[in-house]
């Protein structure tokens, strides 16, 4: 027996839900039972052996077990760029424990530690590429937004975050003597911009497990007695330490692992107070809801983002922000709202470093590259939400072309430098120029054999896709796309 059917009785009705996504998927049968096997093998769900036949008992109403119905959903969701549930493919999902499932968490100390403490943990143990992301499910929509605005809730009487938990992750008895030296702690904070360098360096699938480890071990220091000051400042780590491994996540594919580690850091942000850092998170939200077709959502989650810290964030923060507005007012098709926060973005930035306000790790990387790189993709998504314009594309052109110059001498950013080139390639591609469109997705691919970032390869992909479907006979698409099948890997792991 494969584990991937049901057992239970055969004379159910026909699932319609999981036969249209099927049918407009435009699989096979045995082309989706080997992509089923292959992904459960990547989760080490060796006994798993999927076939033609099951596939159609599957489409004729039988329920698989899990993790069948978690693959599904990944896969269908993948092929189709947005998040289709389990409930959307007419399956049931499996009960899984409230510490490592869902959104809707209690806005507390003691649990955000247990949290990030278990979920770390299994991430650890469980470190296979989507193992964790197979007993997760995306949230979107209300189930989504509408917990995250207990972020802006005050705290009962304003109180500074609780002192450690008594929970099952200490050791029994009292609760431990603090042990953090202010050296320590602040080689615990450079450590965690390291971290971030080597991520914008070299991609989420270098150093990831590195990431959660240290995260885990926060939640350790956090389960010890210590001043309020020190223990804002372990919030504060934990939050930074929990976005970087969910963005990490995000960039090599494991989306339901990435959304549950941004959901904790903001739950971490929250007990050290820190509402800048808490709408960065939030931004981080925004855009893995863009990536999966919901601009609806990233919309809300910005406008919260701006919301909670309008009377904080410095300028560089606050462009950003309204950078990521602009995206999802275009992947909207909403062009004159779109524009508007592409101005207001530009104007925030001019006013970087007027108060000589000290900036924290985290939002260096908004420099004017960034700023132009965001910009211009949100021209060029307004562009294919238009159908394909070329006057948007036209508006693309010059500030993608900005921000290629300047992260083309950028040796930190190496991830934006290879997605602004294939940025600038789809552009051309939009102008029927395929010739310049090639070139830049060969410096790309150049790049991309460097960063371990999954984000990278498959725009690279769909991006020289696009080009052989719209342009198969120009023999320098035709000569590309061959060497792109030889040196870009099909798959990158997640460590």
């Known amino acids: 027996m494969d584990g991937s059917g049901a057992g239970a009785n055969t004379g159910k009705r026909p699932n319609d839900r999981l036969t249209s996504w099927f049918v407009r998927s435009g699989w096979s049968k045995g082309e989706l039972a080997r992509q089923v096997n292959r992904r459960a093998r990547e989760l080490g769900a060796h006994h798993i052996s999927t076939d033609t036949s099951?596939?159609?008992?599957?489409?004729?109403?039988?329920?698989?077990?899990?993790?069948?119905?978690?693959?599904l959903s990944e896969l269908f969701s993948e092929r189709f760029g947005s998040v289709i549930a389990i409930e959307d493919l007419g399956l049931r999902s499996a009960h899984q424990s409230p510490s490592l499932t869902g959104v809707d968490l209690p806005w507390a100390g003691p649990q955000t530690v247990t949290m990030i403490s278990e979920f770390s943990r299994s991430d650890l143990?469980?470190?296979?590429?989507?193992?964790l992301g197979s007993s997760l499910a995306l949230?979107?929509?209300?189930?989504?937004?509408?917990?995250?605005?207990?972020?802006?809730?005050?705290?009962?009487?304003?109180?500074?975050?609780?002192?450690?938990?008594?929970?099952?992750?200490?050791?029994?008895?009292?609760?431990?003597?603090?042990?953090?030296?202010?050296?320590?702690?602040?080689?615990?904070?450079?450590?965690t911009a390291m971290f971030r360098q080597w991520d914008a360096q070299c991609g989420g699938g270098l150093r990831r497990k590195a990431v959660v480890g240290q995260l885990h071990e926060v939640t350790d220091l956090l389960?010890?007695?210590?001043?309020?000051?020190?223990?804002r400042r372990l919030f504060t780590c934990a939050a930074e330490l929990s976005q970087l491994a969910?963005?990490?996540?995000?960039?090599?594919?494991?989306?339901?692992?990435?959304?549950?580690?941004?959901?904790?850091?903001?739950?971490?942000?929250?007990?050290?107070?820190?509402?800048?850092?808490?709408?960065?998170?939030?931004?981080?939200?925004?855009?893995?809801?863009?990536?999966?077709?919901?601009?609806?959502?990233?919309?809300?989650l910005i406008h919260l983002a701006q919301y909670g810290?309008?009377?904080?964030?410095?300028?560089?923060?606050?462009?950003?922000?309204y950078a990521m507005e602009a995206r999802a007012y275009a992947n909207?098709?909403?062009?004159?709202?779109?524009?508007?926060?592409?101005?207001?973005?530009?104007?925030?930035?001019?006013?970087?470093?007027?108060?000589?306000?000290?900036?924290?790790?985290?939002?260096?990387?908004?420099?004017?590259?960034?700023?132009?790189?965001?910009n211009a993709h949100s021209y060029r998504d307004l562009a294919y939400v238009a159908g394909r314009s070329p006057t948007y594309a036209s508006l693309a052109e010059p500030v993608m072309a900005r921000a290629v110059e300047l992260f083309r001498t950028d040796e930190v950013h190496q991830r934006s430098y290879a997605l602004n080139l294939i940025g600038m390639a789809t552009v051309h591609l939009l102008k029927r120029e395929p010739v310049p469109a090639t070139t830049l997705a060969s410096k790309a691919l150049v790049v991309a054999?460097?960063?371990?970032?999954?984000?990278?390869?498959?725009?690279?992909?769909?991006?020289?896709?696009?080009?052989?479907?719209?342009?198969?006979?120009?023999?320098?698409?035709?000569?590309?796309?061959?060497?792109?099948?030889?040196?870009?890997?099909?798959?990158?792991?997640?460590?």
Not at 468 to 495: M, N
Request: charged residues 25%; proline residues 10%; hydrophobic residues 35%.
């Open 223 to 231: 389960q010890e007695n210590h001043p309020p000051a020190t223990r």
């Open 246 to 300: 969910g963005w990490m996540s995000y960039d090599v594919g494991l989306q339901p692992t990435a959304q549950k580690y941004f959901v904790l850091a903001l739950h971490a942000a929250k007990e050290s107070g820190d509402k800048p850092l808490g709408s960065y998170i939030l931004s981080s939200m925004s855009r893995q809801m863009i990536h999966l077709g919901r601009p609806e959502d990233a919309l809300e």
């Open 309 to 321: 810290s309008r009377d904080c964030a410095t300028p560089r923060t606050q462009s950003m922000l």
């Open 125 to 131: 143990m469980l470190a296979r590429r989507g193992f």
């Open 139 to 191: 949230a979107a929509g209300p189930a989504l937004v509408e917990p995250m605005q207990r972020w802006l809730v005050p705290a009962p009487g304003g109180e500074p975050p609780a002192p450690g938990p008594a929970d099952h992750t200490a050791p029994a008895g009292a609760q431990r003597p603090a042990r953090l030296s202010p050296i320590e702690l602040d080689l615990l904070e450079s450590t």
């Open 449 to 495: 054999q460097r960063v371990r970032s999954e984000r990278v390869n498959t725009r690279l992909r769909k991006t020289v896709d696009t080009a052989a479907r719209d342009f198969g006979d120009v023999a320098e698409v035709v000569r590309f796309t061959d060497l792109l099948t030889a040196q870009l890997p099909e798959t990158a792991e997640a460590v």
């Open 54 to 71: 099951r596939v159609r008992r599957w489409l004729d109403g039988e329920q698989p077990r899990e993790p069948i119905p978690r693959i």
């Open 332 to 374: 909207m098709g909403h062009p004159s709202k779109c524009k508007r926060a592409v101005r207001m973005a530009e104007d925030t930035f001019e006013d970087i470093g007027i108060d000589g306000e000290p900036e924290p790790d985290w939002i260096r990387f908004f420099s004017e590259a960034e700023l132009n790189g965001e």
